[in-house]
């Protein structure tokens, strides 16, 4: 939250994520989005079979803008202590 405040732009991956070819960031930012989150297989089940889609934790970029950081503090006073899953509180926000 710190660099988005700061102005810096944030791209979050796992580190098992592959790359298989450069993208350039700024073409995340060409686009006008503000959160861009990768799709996630089924997890977690009661979310995919609700919404028949979740997104991941383990992929996300974020622009440091005032509607990211509102959408962060969602998601951080969702989290209900320092181990919360990522994906479960993404989820559940969105």
Request: net charge negative; aromatic share 16%; proline share 3%.
């Amino acid at each position: 939250m710190d660099m988005l405040k700061n102005g810096t732009h944030v791209l979050v991956t796992d580190i098992d994520n592959i790359f298989n070819r450069y993208v350039p960031l700024h073409g995340f930012l060409e686009e006008g989005f503000d959160v861009y989150h990768a799709y996630e297989m089924k997890f977690p089940k009661h979310f995919y079979f609700r919404n028949r889609f979740v997104v991941c934790g383990g992929h996300s970029f974020f622009r440091a803008s005032p509607e990211t950081m509102r959408y962060m503090e969602f998601v951080l006073n969702d989290c209900d202590s320092d181990k919360c899953n990522d994906q479960l509180v993404l989820n559940r926000v969105l």
